[in-house]
């Protein structure tokens, strides 16, 4: 197989087109959220839906399911919250402060920013793989999580630990040649970009609106979100 031609096309036409339905498909998703309209308040509110929304952020951003006090997460679930908050942070630094996907969107923006050290970036790249392991034997084992896992849990597990886990093998040089990973890593990114709209990992951009949504309505009844 000639892999120079397959990662051509993956990074070509492919990502074009993958990122096309994915810029679409979320746009549209958001549009029909946005068509919902919000409901006529019919009783006059206590206190600001501005505050409630902003404290209902600050809280999402700065308490972590690192700390064990809050909400007793740990007599709930520990591995989720744990193995589920080491993938996302690192997957976060991995996207967003790796010098290699910065420059990807710098060419989508036209505009970039400072990034991590590879080191960092590395470490917590194994991290989130390592979690995604740990979630998914978790999903595997779990009665509960077994029962309400269908295909499409599965597959958001597969179509976001292919390109992080080809990624790192990419970095590493790791069993096959560079080209066959780059090419394989773009494979698995683009098939991910597509999936996404019609996923469940949408909610990445959805937790703003539902941060917004409950903070603004706990704000008015002057209540902490």
Do not use: C, Q
């Amino acid at each position: 197989m000639n892999w120079t031609a397959v990662l051509e096309f993956a990074r070509g036409p492919f990502f074009k087109v993958a990122l096309l339905v994915f810029i679409a498909g979320m746009a549209y998703r958001i549009a029909r959220i946005i068509m919902l309209g919000w409901k006529k308040d019919r009783v006059p509110p206590r206190g600001s839906k501005v505050e409630g929304a902003a404290i209902s952020f600050l809280k999402g951003i700065l308490i972590w399911p690192f700390i064990p006090w809050v909400k007793d997460t740990f007599k709930r679930n520990p591995i989720i919250y744990i193995a589920g908050g080491l993938f996302h942070l690192g997957l976060f630094v991995v996207l967003i402060l790796g010098t290699a996907h910065m420059l990807v969107w710098k060419s989508l923006l036209g505009f970039g920013w400072a990034t991590l050290p590879l080191p960092i970036v590395d470490w917590l790249a194994a991290v989130a793989i390592v979690a995604m392991i740990v979630l998914f034997i978790h999903r595997l084992t779990n009665p509960v999580m077994r029962l309400i896992s269908g295909w499409p849990e599965w597959l958001n597990l597969l179509f976001v630990f292919l390109p992080m886990v080809t990624g790192y093998m990419m970095t590493h040089h790791l069993f096959f040649r560079y080209e066959v990973l780059f090419s394989l890593h773009m494979l698995s990114v683009n098939v991910m970009l597509i999936w996404i709209p019609i996923s469940r990992i949408s909610h990445f951009v959805f937790y703003f609106f539902s941060k917004a949504i409950h903070g603004a309505d706990f704000g008015k009844r002057s209540v902490s979100p």
